[in-house]
């Protein structure tokens, strides 16, 4: 698939101009803790696509996974991390990202997030793939609004930061083998180019690009397309996690139904009221998020039904509605009682685990070019993620990578130029109707990209992506629906082509055709990578060493 370097036209001779110390692309806790961790005397900008509060962080239900109870210790944390990811987490990440886990939430604390207690004590939950309760929440079920709105205030009383909402950014700048800036179009007003001494990309995942998705509107994959376009390095991009629980009623939207009902005691059933997870696991509901998806899949053929159910009604009706108050009124809206009726879920698109490459301190393979959060590869989630893991990982990276950036700031020159850049507009193509390829592309996605893959259907899909990419990538957009399909498109063709090039089954990446892991073969990293003047995808060799990860 041709490639374009940037998707809109620009000259940096004509253009509007911006100057700052540290660019932000992302509004989400990874952003915003990385511009709390930038020294107070750096000019600070972050740009959101929506607002600050519109983001995978705000949307989090379960909570943060940390070692807080004296009684747990950094060791079974890491164990039951390593235990999810499928052999492929780098342990000297997690075991970073383990032990710096309750300094961080202890920030939150200090900060403002007011976390459940009892008797003054945090409480702390328990999810599935967790051997212990080490979950902090917030309002029962509503922490990463919680934490949000305590990070917003924070970094809104910064001086040295400015926030600019409804502002997209539509390419990062690139000059002399370096990042530099980025393209940034806010609503309403004419581009603005961006330059910077560094860069930090925290723009959140692509759930949108699969038709059942928990993700809001926002997460097109945008950052990983940008940074592809500009020749970074993107790793793992097979592994799309696929919450197994998501609100399912025709019709309406598709709600996140948390992993900590299951924590309480929920149990899944099938149509016919048959519980059914201990058939294919012996931890039953608390087994990892792939297996559980995967579980629900096969359960479902079996059943011909369309979803399966979470059942509640054995628990105690009060706490039941105490606990878990905002999926209690979210059920309401459809005549549900989540404490006596059962709750129709099947799996859905959550989490990119996938993404941009980046090193301990959140470099990446760009120089000036940092990133954090859900549009990285870190290392810490291996191919499956283990609950309540992400919004720890955009704490800790969150602050590496504004700290980096900090200090690369410094270093750097005080004089700052803007170099001519330019990208001449395009010729004229035919119109078309944007949301009906979108929609096509994401029912494609989902019916050939989901839980269970297979090499007959991913090539279809990467057959279908071409086709739509051959009319879609050349045009020349001028508004954000447009950009957002070309990323759609751009991240799905690295999304197949990398799970085609997968021939085994491995945490949320499951082979039909090829069922088993092959440690022996893929106990290893596929990546994605083009040059910066843009051009067709360029995958590794997959059979050539990764790095070195030690067995669990």
Not at 37 to 42: E, T, W, Y
Not at 487 to 516: K, T
Request: charged share 25%.
């Amino acid at each position: 698939m041709l490639t374009p370097r940037y998707l809109l036209p620009f000259d940096s001779r004509r253009a509007l101009h911006r100057f700052t110390d540290i660019l932000i692309v992302g509004g989400g806790l990874a952003g915003l803790r990385a511009a709390n961790a930038v020294a107070s005397h750096q000019s600070v900008l972050i740009v959101t696509k929506d607002r600050l509060a519109e983001s995978n962080s705000s949307y989090a239900q379960g909570g943060i996974a940390g070692v807080l109870d004296p009684e747990d210790c950094f060791e079974s944390h890491a164990e039951d991390t390593l235990g999810a990811g499928g052999n492929l987490c780098d342990p000297e990440i997690v075991d970073m990202v383990v032990r710096e886990g309750p300094r961080r939430i202890e920030e939150l604390v200090n900060w403002g997030t007011q976390f459940d207690q009892r008797e003054g004590t945090l409480l702390l939950g328990r999810e599935g793939g967790h051997s212990r309760e080490r979950i902090v929440h917030a309002y029962g079920d509503a922490t990463g609004r919680e934490v949000m709105r305590a990070m917003i205030d924070r970094t809104r009383e910064k001086e040295n930061v400015d926030i600019w909402e409804d502002a997209f950014t539509a390419d990062l700048l690139t000059h002399e083998g370096r990042g530099r800036g980025a393209l940034i179009v806010q609503k309403g007003k004419q581009p603005v180019i961006v330059w910077a001494k560094e860069t930090i990309l925290c723009s959140g995942g692509t759930g949108q690009i699969f038709r059942e998705s928990t993700n809001p509107l926002v997460a097109t994959g945008d950052g990983q397309a940008l940074a592809f376009r500009a020749g970074v390095e993107l790793r793992d991009m097979e592994f799309m996690q696929f919450h197994p629980t998501v609100l399912y009623i025709a019709g309406a939207s598709r709600s996140l139904i948390t992993e900590a009902l299951r924590g309480e005691g929920a149990r899944l059933v099938d149509c016919n009221g048959d519980r059914f997870m201990l058939a294919y696991d012996e931890r039953g509901e608390l087994a990892p998020r792939d297996i559980v998806s995967q579980s629900i899949i096969r359960q479902m053929e079996k059943t011909k039904h369309s979803n399966v159910y979470l059942d509640l009604t054995h628990l105690d009706s009060s706490f039941v509605h105490r606990r878990f108050p905002g999926i209690a009124q979210a059920c309401a809206k459809f005549g549900l009682d989540i404490a006596s009726d059962r709750i129709p879920v099947r799996p859905g698109a959550h989490y990119m685990i996938g993404g941009v490459s980046i090193d301990r301190q959140g470099g990446t393979s760009l120089p000036g070019l940092w990133a954090a959060g859900e549009v990285t590869s870190s290392g810490l989630h291996g191919a499956n993620r283990l609950a309540s893991n992400s919004l720890l990982e955009g704490l800790v990276y969150g602050a590496h990578a504004g700290e980096s950036a900090s200090r690369a700031a410094a270093e750097s020159s005080q004089r700052m130029i803007a170099p001519p850049l330019e990208n001449p507009v395009r010729p004229p193509s035919e119109a078309f109707d944007v949301a009906d390829v979108r929609v096509s592309l994401k029912s494609l996605m989902g019916r050939l990209v989901g839980v269970e893959r297979h090499a007959e259907g991913l090539q279809e899909a990467l057959d279908s992506i071409r086709t739509l990419a051959a009319y879609v990538m050349p045009h020349q957009f001028d508004s954000i629906e447009g950009w957002e399909l070309q990323n759609m498109l751009l991240l799905s063709s690295c999304i197949v082509d990398s799970a085609l090039c997968r021939a085994e089954s491995r945490g949320v990446h499951f082979r039909s055709d090829y069922p088993n892991v092959d440690d022996q073969n893929w106990r290893r990293h596929v990546t994605v990578q083009i040059d910066v003047n843009g051009g067709h995808p360029q995958r590794s060799d997959p059979l050539s060493p990764a790095k070195q990860i030690t067995s669990v």
